[in-house]
């Protein structure tokens, strides 16, 4: 049964998996290991490039040694080394990717090198058979995709966003209104409490019938109706709540809009936005209420994981395809074209 260790160092999360396959048999997860800077970078709001990459190079080692230690696998018995070439910070995946380059040298295994994005759009099949054609909606905290997905890399662009991606838009109305980075989950929570119809945020590019996002109006509805409220802490959940039902009124109808231009069923969710339990809600009920099939990634493998680096790879490597040890990393490397 091949096994491969996948690498995953593209931002802020230093990540190592392992996953088995017999071929036409399901993925098997044996390990799944992350290291989060979260706290680390929680002080600055963001990201800080150079603490993260120092942080990746500092716990990657150990993780993949307890990596293998919990896949109860010797570094000899996997048979191909994987990392996320990008995109992503050029000083952070260089990090995952040296040592997944050096494993493979070393073990003379082959050497994998998978997008970023692929993974996620893979990840809500981790435990199925097969990728039957759907409409992939990828939304994290650096892309908003709408991908057409025939089969494993066979996808067609259908739009992206044109400024904020949506998980940055959560990160930065959160910024705004005081609370905790990473932003969805700060705003998730204190939306429970609000009302999503108390400010009326505008949808970008809701009703045009292209597929493309803008999610940078609503960001700067949020800022310019702040200095109107008298009390801003007293109105921070009704202002989460109608700010991420916007969010999710315009990524809901863009993709039923994709799934209605390309004939498909089927609407893959996928990224760290994909957790928010009110997104995955609304999209349930708008696909049972359309039998539209709606597959979800694993909370677990909505944000960043090696998990889902390594089952792109596993389908690469079923295969036979690999890359050579001198091929670069791309900071911007795109999902199709
Ligand atoms: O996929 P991911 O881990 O990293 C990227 O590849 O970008 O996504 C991280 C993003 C962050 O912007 C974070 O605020 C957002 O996912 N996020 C959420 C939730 N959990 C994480 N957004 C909305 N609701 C959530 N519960
Ligand atoms: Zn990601």
């Known amino acids: 049964m091949p096994a491969i260790l996948a690498i995953e160092s593209s931002c802020d999360e230093t990540a190592v998996a392992v996953v088995a396959a017999a071929a036409g048999e399901k993925a098997r997860v044996l390990t799944s290991e992350i290291s989060s800077q979260i706290e680390l970078h929680q002080p600055y709001g963001g990201v800080v490039p150079e603490l993260a990459s120092r942080n990746h190079s500092l716990v990657l080692r150990p993780l ?3 990596a293998l230690r919990n896949a109860g696998l010797g570094i000899d018995q996997i048979d191909a080394f994987a990392a996320t070439a990008g995109p992503g910070l050029a000083s952070s995946l260089l990090i995952g990717n040296t040592a997944a380059k050096a494993m493979a040298l070393a073990m003379r295994k082959p050497f994998i090198a998978v997008n970023h994005l692929e993974g996620h759009l893979l990840s809500p099949f981790l435990h199925a058979t097969t990728v039957p054609p759907h409409i992939a909606l990828i939304i994290s ?3 908003t995709l709408l991908i057409e997905v025939t089969t494993v890399a066979s996808y067609r662009k259908l739009g992206s966003t044109l400024d904020d ?6 990160d930065k109305v959160a910024k705004m209104l005081g609370l905790p980075y990473p932003g969805g989950p700060s705003i998730e929570k ?3 409490d609000g009302n999503p119809r108390a400010f009326s945020f505008p949808r970008g590019l809701m009703h045009e019938s292209h597929f493309d996002f803008s999610f940078s109006g609503l960001k700067t509805s949020v800022l310019y109706t702040l200095p109107k409220i008298e009390n801003v802490a ?6 989460c709540a109608s700010f991420q039902a916007a969010v999710i009124d315009v990524l809901l109808h863009k993709s039923l809009q994709a799934l209605s231009a390309s004939g498909f069923s089927h609407l893959a969710l996928s990224g760290g936005v994909s957790l928010n339990k009110p997104l995955r809600a609304a999209f349930q009920q708008a696909c049972d209420d359309r039998k539209i099939r709606l597959s979800l990634a694993d909370p677990a493998l ?3 994981n090696a998990a889902m680096i390594a089952f792109a790879a596993l389908l690469r490597h079923q295969i036979g395809q690999s890359d050579p040890l001198n091929s670069p990393i791309h900071p911007n490397l795109p999902l199709v074209g």
């Open 165 to 170: 991606a949506a998980g940055e838009a959560f």
């Open 141 to 143: 905290g650096g892309h």
């Open 64 to 66: 993949v040694e307890v």
């Open 234 to 239: 007293a109105a921070v959940p009704d202002l």
């Open 302 to 304: 909505c944000t960043d």
């Open 190 to 192: 204190s939306a429970i």
